[in-house]
């Protein structure tokens, strides 16, 4: 209780903060101009995420921005506001504890009637020290790169199904590793980079299982590898040089949230449809994730 409670006061905080970005015309009960379209872009007060919400806002949309540190949510919601097009408000969560991914999409349903795009965006790079868990104590990169959207997304379903035809944006990579079911969390052996890789097929997997379950439902649902190693802190801090820069990056997953002609249950690289990892083709492999995921979200 205690968690929710505060989540809300800070969101009332910033929802008067946000209030002057609102394009002009009738509002709805939330505040947002009913015509927008509203796109949620969970870990957005940074680079990748952060350039794709000033450039939705650009478009006239409504970006729901998420992050951990208040400070860097307010500003991207400042920025927007001073640009002049569009609104934004910060909504802040740990995706590391899963009360509080449920505290966070429990607050974005009373405040949104509807979510015209989901972008499943914010993730970690653990390269290299020991193992760390989160605060259910899974291991830290599968719970916050894949657990949390997947529990998101699984809450905030029937709200963007209802504003079809909508969209769900995982963003991956190509770095993609097979998943051993036999030790997920990788409590036996533990690697970063394998953690990561796995981690960011688990996300392809779950898209190409929840594409067939949303055919002919109006809700396009893809999957993105944007760049090779983005000029973003993700980047420096796995101790890695970049290789390509955050607007290549921003201009692919703004290409899926905008472009008309997208292909569902697709995995991008850039702009282009392309293959994923065998393993993520692989029907019962998504069915053992699928039982492993709900297994770990159950009762958390």
Do not use: C
Not at 44 to 64: F, K, M, N, Q
Not at 155 to 164: D, G, I, K, Y
């Amino acid at each position: 209780m205690r968690l929710k409670s505060t989540l809300l006061a800070v969101v009332a905080t910033i929802a008067v903060v946000g209030q002057g970005a609102v394009a002009q015309g009738a509002r709805g009960a939330s505040g947002v101009d009913p015509k927008a379209r509203v796109i949620l872009i969970t870990g957005s007060t940074d680079g990748l995420g952060r350039e794709v919400a000033r450039r939705a806002a650009a478009t006239g949309a409504h970006v729901i921005v998420h992050g951990r540190n208040r400070e860097r949510g307010l500003a991207v919601v400042e920025e927007i506001k001073s640009a002049g097009k569009g609104s934004a408000a910060f909504y802040p969560a740990d995706l590391a504890s899963l009360a509080n991914v449920r505290a966070f999409a429990d607050t974005i349903l009373r405040h949104y009637p509807r979510i015209d795009v989901l972008v499943n965006n914010a993730g970690v790079w653990l390269r290299e020290g020991p193992r760390q868990t989160s605060a259910d104590g899974y291991e830290m990169t599968f719970a916050v790169n894949y657990l949390a959207g997947y529990l998101l997304t699984k809450m905030l379903l029937p709200r963007v199904m209802a504003s079809a035809p909508s969209r769900i944006i995982n963003v991956a990579s190509q770095t993609q590793s097979p998943i051993d079911f036999t030790d997920v969390l990788q409590e036996r052996t533990y690697a970063g980079q394998r953690a990561y890789s796995q981690s960011k097929l688990a996300q392809v997997m779950y898209t190409f299982d929840l594409a067939r379950e949303l055919e002919g439902k109006r809700v396009t649902v893809v999957a993105l590898h944007p760049a090779t190693l983005m000029d973003t802190h993700l980047v420096e801090a796995a101790g890695m040089s970049p290789r390509s820069t955050v607007d290549e990056g921003a201009t692919a997953l703004m290409h899926l949230i905008m472009d008309v002609n997208i292909t569902h249950g697709a995995f991008y690289r850039g702009t282009i449809a392309g293959r994923a990892n065998p393993q993520a083709y692989d029907e019962g492999a998504r069915a053992q994730l699928k039982a492993v995921s709900e297994k770990l979200i159950g009762g958390k």
